[in-house]
């Protein structure tokens, strides 16, 4: 009975410990990317996510490698508040943000709402200031 319950302990901590490590942290950060074009610009329909480069293919790009420019991002992004009234953004930008292992995820910004993870948030006035700074 005892080794069991050691070996259901043993699997629950593994994976625990598996889970765990497949969240982002801002120490896994690499670097952020931003690419956008100007924030104000207007277009006849709204610019998707996955057309955003077909339609701005020559925007503007911003680089952060350095640990205190990553944490300033990452802070705005974990600190969002959640649309959930149908909002779609109007894609402007694309935040790009590689991890260690290589992972990419992006972010796709608009004036007033982004995507992220699959998720709809309202964009953060700091983000679009620190993005066209």
């Not at 410990?17 to 610009?41: H, M, P, W, Y």
């Amino acid at each position: 009975m005892k080794k069991s319950n050691l070996l259901t302990f043993f699997f629950i901590a593994v994976t625990f410990a598996a889970c765990k490590s497949k969240t982002a942290s801002n120490d896994d950060v690499q670097s952020i990317k931003f690419k956008f074009t100007e924030l104000g610009r207007e277009t006849q329909f709204r610019i998707t996510c996955d057309k955003f480069d077909y339609y701005f293919p020559e925007g503007k790009e911003k680089h952060f490698d350095k640990k205190p420019g990553i944490d300033s991002v990452m802070q705005l992004l974990s600190g969002m508040k959640m649309v959930n009234d149908g909002t779609e953004p109007d894609v402007r930008g694309k935040i790009y943000i590689t991890h260690a292992a290589k992972v990419v995820d992006t972010v796709c910004v608009g004036v007033k709402a982004l995507s992220y993870k699959g998720t709809t948030y309202e964009t953060p006035q700091q983000l679009l200031v620190l993005i066209q700074k």
